[in-house]
T-cell receptor
Framework: AQRVTQPEKLLSVFKGAPVELKCNYS??????LFWYVQYSRQRLQLLLR??SRESIKGFTADLNKGETSFHLKKPFAQEEDSAMYYC????????????FGTGTRLKVLA | EPEVTQTPSHQVTQMGQEVILRCVPI?????FYWYRQILGQKVEFLVS????????KSEIFDDQFSVERPDGSNFTLKIRSTKLEDSAMYFC????????????FGQGTRLTVV
């Protein structure tokens, strides 16, 4: 079965502390993994995709096929990082639909 | 930067009524989607649309739901006879459909069925 698991509903960290938002997936083929962010009252926006191995706003994520994980990391959290973060898997089997995790709310405390 | 736009932002309807949610995808995209998010739950795939027909639909997308691209720019989701459990945020998305490209999401329509 295709599944994305984000075990933490809420993650609170202090400003300047490291952040790791966990994402594990279940998929037998070759998935594409994405991180989307939703700031308060805004639309879902792409943050990262594994295929481009980029760093956006200081965030990075590495696809670990052995552990079927795609954890999102940032070394020093900023208050403006407070948002809802969704991990998504695209199966790329014709429709390119997404399977989303339940999301993690990140709160960065001053 | 091009955006996916959705109207209305909030719709309140009585149970049993028909609603149409509207979306304008990004113009050169080929794949169009509807997702929904019930309050407190995850974003769920409803349907994908490609080449003027449904390419995939989920179990949620039953006979009460339909989609259309009536004029080459708009993409609509119709719910024929709304139920209380249809209350949710509905997101439209579009993508170019190639490996490595992402989906762009609209801001959502909050549907409240009373």
């Amino acid at each position: 079965a295709q599944r994305v698991t984000q075990p933490e509903k809420l993650l609170s960290v202090f400003k300047g502390a490291p952040v790791e938002l966990k994402c594990n997936y279940s998929y037998s083929g070759s998935p594409e993994l994405f991180w989307y962010v939703q700031y308060s009252r805004q639309r879902l926006q792409l943050l990262l995709r594994h295929i481009s191995r980029e760093s956006i706003k200081g965030f990075t994520a590495d696809l670990n096929k052995g552990e079927t994980s795609f954890h999102l990391k940032k070394p020093f959290a900023q208050e403006e990082d407070s948002a809802m973060y969704y991990c998504a898997l695209s199966t790329h089997l014709g429709t390119y639909k997404y399977i989303f995790g339940t999301g993690t709310r990140l709160k960065v405390l001053a | 930067e091009p955006e996916v736009t959705q109207t209305p932002s909030h719709q309140v309807t009585q149970m049993g009524q028909e609603v149409i949610l509207r979306c304008v995808p990004i113009s050169n995209h080929l794949y169009f989607y509807w997702y929904r998010q019930i309050l407190g739950q995850k974003v769920e795939f409803l349907v994908s649309f490609y080449n003027n027909e449904i390419s995939e639909k989920s179990e949620i997308f039953d006979d009460q739901f339909s989609v259309e691209r009536p004029d080459g720019s708009n993409f609509t989701l119709k719910i024929r006879s709304t139920k209380l459990e249809d209350s949710a945020m509905y997101f439209c998305a579009s993508s170019g459909g190639r490996r490595g490209t992402e989906a762009f999401f609209g801001q959502g329509t909050r549907l409240t069925v009373v």
